[in-house]
């Protein structure tokens, strides 16, 4: 499938034209770029069965767009992006993943020092060869330096949300070879870790000879380590490992259980199969030699009397003893929504219209849709001034009479500021129907400071959720420096709601947090700070967030049908 491939050279093209300083177009291929990226169908098939209309049915892409995914279809390349890349032969999707980097800088980079890469900017910057640049200095040289360590003590481990789309598109691939019967993503993929080390795919098949071969043979491989029957171990170009295995239909269960993991769990569940005198591993559970249970995970669990905990919660972190005691909370649901709480529209520094987001949202079934463009104080992305954000309001009015299923709720992520008040008027906050706010700028202050400042904004009687709240981007940003205990219990003294943000690089509340949350006492809400169409389609890892965290329906206030959710809001507004 050519989704990832058509996906990342719109990435890098939005980046190529960003660098040429080329009005419009970055944003537009970075649109179509998510978009695709996000698709579940093959692109190929979607071009087969209606050409270039069909194309251009997807969201983001238009005519242009269309025709250069006809070109790669066809030709297998797109003239654009290569004359553009002699220009610039640089790893812009590995060099702007390091923090404080962006296109601007790569172009200088290149232009000036020949950098094309990490290897090449970690010589450059030890080298002290980044601070005489234009704009630059030895304060931005550090902080680059600093993203070069943090991208290497990841240790290259991919985002889930850079590997998921493309693990589905495998197993979507798989299933329809002759003779493939099931297909299931395990390991760390499955139980929705942040990040990946490998991709594990488990399959039944008639043939698995074949099966192990399309796979070995797949153009996404790079390398091929071992290559057998029943088992293919490869690395893929885009530089993670992803093994295949073919097992019995008898032992699928055992198999899934098995490489689901995590290890630790397993190592436990192993422990209560010999207490009872039983025998487990990949191919089953065994009483001296005879299969006892293997077909399903359940009946494995449930033969060790437990019940099944779900894949999101197999971290030997409390399911095993919850499992045995019959116990395991009922998680929230894949299901469970009614809205979201954190969009970015073209007002600020999203890239589609109100219409827009609330037309894709209303087709996902959702109740409602807050509207929360970036305030003032972040005027990089034009955010509202109280001017601007009554003027939103009433364009939202106006915006709602075309719709009859779905609820436009008038919002805005407010900027926290350093001393803890927020960048528009309570005057104008009371008027909207709910409020998120969120610290984006001075990651570096003490912890005491930082605290001390999120907690007065939560004071403030008008803030509903606060956004994001330790600002972490995965692989990229550490969190800030932010006592989360303390901040927990001012959300449950002030009824302040806590964000599960469901952006895949932000997964902020992440999961240890929210289980303390939940403790606490304290409702969270998941929404997914789309700033794009496609990205509404974030909330699920969200959910999957929510469930690591061991969330049940109730704890997360927008499962609540609309009355109910603005009910739940803050004193002020009841
Ligand atoms: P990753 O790949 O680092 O993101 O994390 P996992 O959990 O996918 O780990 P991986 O790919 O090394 O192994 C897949 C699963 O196989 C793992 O979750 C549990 C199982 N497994 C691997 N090694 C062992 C082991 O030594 N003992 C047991 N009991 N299970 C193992
Ligand atoms: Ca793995
Ligand atoms: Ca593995
Ligand atoms: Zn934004």
């Avoid at 797109?78 to 702007?96: G, H, M, N, T």
């Avoid at 980097?101 to 020092?113: A, E, S």
Wanted: aromatic share 6%.
């Amino acid at each position: 499938m050519k989704n990832q491939e058509i996906s990342k050279i719109f990435f890098e093209l939005a980046e190529l034209y960003d660098m040429k300083e080329a009005p419009f177009k970055p944003r537009a291929f970075e649109k179509a770029s998510s978009s695709i990226a996000n698709l579940e169908e093959d692109i190929a098939d979607i071009y087969k069965k209606g050409g270039l209309r069909a194309l251009e049915n997807i969201p983001g892409v238009g005519r242009g767009i269309a025709e250069r995914i006809e070109e790669y279809l066809k030709t297998g390349r797109i003239k654009e992006y290569q004359r553009l890349k002699r220009d610039f032969p640089v790893d812009i999707a590995e060099l702007s993943s390091i923090e404080g980097i962006g296109p601007k800088l790569i172009k200088v980079l290149y232009t000036r020092l020949r950098i094309k890469n990490i290897s090449d900017l970690e010589k450059a910057v030890k080298q002290g060869k980044l601070r005489h640049l234009p704009r630059m200095g030895e304060k931005l040289e550090a902080k680059i330096m600093k993203g070069i360590e943090f991208k290497k003590e990841g240790g290259g481990r991919f985002a889930l949300g850079e590997i998921l789309p493309f693990a589905r598109e495998i197993k979507a691939r798989l299933l329809k070879l002759k003779g493939v019967e099931a297909v299931e993503i395990a390991g760390s993929l499955r139980r929705w870790q942040e990040t990946i080390g490998d991709v594990d795919i488990l399959a039944i098949s008639e043939d698995p000879p074949k099966t192990c071969d399309y796979f070995a043979k797949m153009p996404e491989v790079g390398h091929v380590y071992a290559h057998g029957d029943t088992k293919v171990l490869v690395r893929l170009k885009m530089g993670i490992d992803a093994d295949l295995r073919v097992v019995p239909k008898e032992s699928f269960g055992a198999a899934l259980q098995y490489f689901t993991g995590n290890k630790d769990h397993n190592v436990e569940v192993r422990k209560i199969a010999i207490k009872k005198g039983y025998k487990l591993n990949e191919y089953g559970l065994f009483k001296g030699k005879k299969i006892i249970a293997a077909r399903s995970e359940e009946e494995i669990y449930e033969k060790l009397g437990m019940e099944t905990p779900p894949p999101e919660i197999r971290l030997n972190d409390g399911e095993i003893e919850a499992a045995l005691k019959h116990q395991l909370p009922k998680l929230i649901g894949y299901d469970d929504l009614k809205g979201d709480l954190q969009t970015q529209s073209d007002w600020t520094d999203g890239s589609n219209s109100i219409e827009e987001l609330a037309r894709e949202a209303e087709k996902m079934g959702h109740e409602y849709i807050a509207i929360t463009d970036h305030t003032k104080s972040l005027a990089m992305t034009g955010g509202s001034d109280e001017k601007k954000l009554l003027r939103q309001m009433a364009e939202i009015d106006k915006i709602q009479k075309k719709f009859s299923k779905i609820k436009i709720l008038k919002s805005a992520e407010v900027n926290i500021m350093k001393n803890g008040s927020l960048d528009i008027a309570n005057e104008v906050l009371a008027k909207l129907d709910v409020v998120g706010a969120a610290v984006h700028s001075l990651f570096n202050l003490s912890r005491n400071e930082q605290t001390a400042r999120i907690i007065r904004a939560m004071g403030n009687p008008h803030l509903d959720i606060l956004f994001h709240p330790t600002g972490r981007i995965i692989n990229r940003r550490k969190p800030y420096d932010v006592d989360i205990e303390a901040v927990i219990k001012a959300a449950k003294r002030t009824g302040t709601i806590l964000e599960i943000d469901a952006h895949p690089w932000r997964l902020d509340l992440k999961d240890e947090h929210i289980k303390m949350s939940r403790e606490a006492g304290v409702k969270m809400v998941i929404d997914t700070d789309a700033h794009s169409v496609p990205e509404l389609h974030y909330l699920e890892y969200g959910i999957a967030q929510a469930r690591r965290g061991w969330c049940a329906k109730k704890d997360i206030i927008n499962t609540l049908p609309l009355k109910e959710f603005l009910k739940a809001l803050k004193k002020v507004r009841k």
